[in-house]
């Protein structure tokens, strides 16, 4: 049984920890995040994103997802990463998502409170949680070399206005606000400096769990930081896939047979990839909670 992102992120704001969430792309980045979940006791936040859930995936992957946690005896939250449209949040509830995020932030104020609202009232009567982003989280590199972009602008010029946090909250009722704070998304070019002052006076304005997008290549300290300052919640996704796609490249460059059993081939993808888990995991505080 999936649980919903509210009570996990409760917890993590009261006792002061960050529960990593990881994008996972197919069935190898959800068992080794299950896996070193429950090794070493934490919560287990999956996210699926757009591009994983076309056609069938919709299907499939919370499907996959929603039968694993059965075998994992931590609680297990299926969120969506990064809806942009109603429809795509529709189906996600439909497809058995616990928790989803409506993503309005490149919109003008006014209409991203609108819309997060009327998404609010749909996905809180249909049981999930909802996570909303106000300033906007650009684009570093684009973890994917097919869709390279250098970027939508320094990350800078769309930081998260306290005051406006706190009227987007008391209007929207959302559970939980992406915040942008000094990260970007993807790879980084230069190595990001967060806003902890900012940070400070957005929690105190809020009062409810706060998350930041871009965690794969921030600083362990600044995280750190970060979390005791209210971040609740840390989005990874460059750091993982970066562990599968390295470990893949050393396996295949150091094979002669194409025929190997994938069993062999993905074997140090998994254990690279089980790493920067635990490390996240023990970085952030949320082992030993569950
Ligand atoms: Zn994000």
Redesign the pocket.
Known sequence: MLCTMREMLADAKAKKYAIPAFDVSNYEMMRAVLEVCEEERSPALLMGLEGDLQGKGMQLIPAMIKSASEFFDVPVCLHL??ARDFSLICAATEAGFSSV?Y?GSVLPYEKNAEETSAIVRFAHGNGLTVEA?LGH?GDAIVGNENATTSGDGDPEDTLTEPEEAYRFVERTGVDAL?VAVGTA?GVYKKTPTLQIERLQEIAKACGIPLVL??GSGTPDDQMQRAIENGICKI?I?SDVVTGLNTGLKNKLNSISNPATWPMFVFEEARKLMKETVRQKIRTFGSNGRV
């Open positions: 990463d990064h995020m993503d982003e989280v992406a998304h997008h871009g989005n996704y």
